[in-house]
């Protein structure tokens, strides 16, 4: 179902998927063995090299683009389930960060793009496999420095798109199941941690995940439900 198209160099799978979007198909997958400008969230960058996992799911399908918030958190499911097999510490941080030991190992750009008038989302995934280092400043962590030995980028990305195909298709039945694996390791649960809210920064205690994906934070003694555009957990915007 999922079709592979694997490049030796792009700049950002992403922006070569929104280049292409118009010949591209539903669940095209687009890898790249080394990514050389990738882009994070926030309008940040994301450091990658050839040791990096980097690569973009195209989703034409309207069933799955309508509910875009669980494919955010979904998506991190699939890698938490992923990542696993390998190493007990995995954490979810939401919307959508991978953690392994406070550090973070995986992240995930969603992005709307508009072909022949008709909107789709591409997915970018970037998991941190056989990186030996990263440059200072970036508190991440890769499954080779986690293990002390190297492991197939092959074996991880077809690892997740099993796990990806399997909680999508449940989740399009109505079984949202992420949600359970989600609140089970969720990171922030119950921390108190500052939150950029509209722009404000606030200290909040992290209390839940609703069904619908938003989440509960309290401040003082009143509890809010909140959305991805609503609060992002960086102080800067
Ligand atoms: C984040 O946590 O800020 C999201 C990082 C997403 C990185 C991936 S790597 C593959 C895809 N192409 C990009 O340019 N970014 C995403």
């Given amino acids: ?14 922006s070569y998927a929104k280049r292409n979007i118009d010949s591209l198909n539903n669940y095209d997958v ?24 980097t690569f973009s799911i195209v989703i034409k399908d309207t069933r799955i683009i309508n509910d875009f918030a669980s494919l955010s958190l979904l998506s991190a499911v699939a890698i938490y389930n992923t990542l696993i097999k ?14 392994v030991n406070n550090k973070k190992i995986s992240g995930i750009l969603m992005e709307a793009v508009s072909f022949n008038e008709l909107s789709s989302l591409i997915l970018g995934i970037g998991i941190n496999v056989n990186n030996d280092f990263f440059p200072e400043g970036l508190d991440a962590t890769s499954l080779y420095i986690e293990l002390g030995h190297s492991i197939n ?4 990305l077809n690892d997740f798109l099993l796990n990806f195909d399997y909680l999508i298709n449940e989740n399009i039945k109505g079984n949202k199941i992420y949600l359970k694996t989600f ?15 509209n722009n404000k920064m606030q200290t909040v205690i ?3 995940i609703l069904n619908d994906n938003r989440i509960v934070v309290s401040i003082g003694k009143k509890d809010y439900a909140l959305s991805t555009g609503e609060l992002s957990f960086h102080k800067d915007k």
């Avoid at 179902?1 to 992403?14: R, V």
């Avoid at 390998?86 to 953690?99: M, R, T």
């Avoid at 390791?185 to 809210?197: G, M, P, T």
Wanted: proline content about 3%; aromatic content about 10%; overall charge positive.
């Fill in 153 to 156: 980028k092959d074996l991880i």
């Fill in 30 to 53: 687009i890898i790249a063995n080394n990514q050389t400008s990738g882009r994070g969230r926030l309008s940040r960058k994301w450091h990658a090299d050839n040791k990096s996992l």
């Fill in 1 to 14: 179902m999922f079709n592979c198209i694997y490049f030796e160099e792009l700049d950002s799978t992403n």
């Fill in 86 to 99: 390998y190493v007990p510490n995995v954490s979810l941080k939401w919307p959508n960060d991978v953690i």
């Fill in 206 to 208: 992290v209390k839940d």
């Fill in 183 to 197: 609140r089970n390791n969720n990171y922030l649960l119950n921390k108190k941690v500052e939150a950029n809210i």
